[in-house]
């Protein structure tokens, strides 16, 4: 049995670059992670909205609605405010942003998908 399969909650990744999008996706779901995607802060607001993610992997720096929109966005409503965020930017302020925004963590890009796998672990 890999890793994530003992889970059946999902994780939401929210990343515009769809080339991006995918690589982490298909690593989150070979480590048997279930995966929603969202291309922007207003779709990953509707999906933890309605699918109840048990973590965000967040992007900052995204059209429609940023990053920095939707964890503040999130952090008003209160079905979707105690699920945990990470963000992953390349932002040269990100860590100062994941700190502001109460996120529990921060991923430089590119992703060091061991790092990636690392924060995961530690929450579940």
């Given at each position: 049995?890999?890793q994530g399969e003992l889970y059946s909650q999902p994780i939401l990744l929210v990343?515009d670059d769809a080339d991006s999008r ?103």
């Amino acid at each position: 049995m890999r890793q994530g399969e003992l889970y059946s909650q999902p994780i939401l990744l929210v990343e515009d670059d769809a080339d991006s999008r995918q690589m982490l996706s298909t690593m989150l779901e070979w480590q048997g992670y279930s995966v929603l995607t969202a291309a922007n802060g207003m779709e990953a607001f509707n999906i933890a909205t309605t699918r109840s993610p048990w973590l965000i992997i967040l992007d900052l720096m995204m059209p429609v609605m940023s990053g920095e929109e939707f964890r503040k966005a999130q952090l008003a409503n209160k079905s979707i405010r105690s699920i945990p965020v990470l963000v992953i930017s390349a932002h040269h302020d990100a860590p100062q942003i994941a700190k502001r925004l109460k996120a529990e963590g921060c991923i430089r890009k590119p992703v060091n998908f061991d790092e990636l796998e690392a924060f995961i672990s530690q929450r579940r």
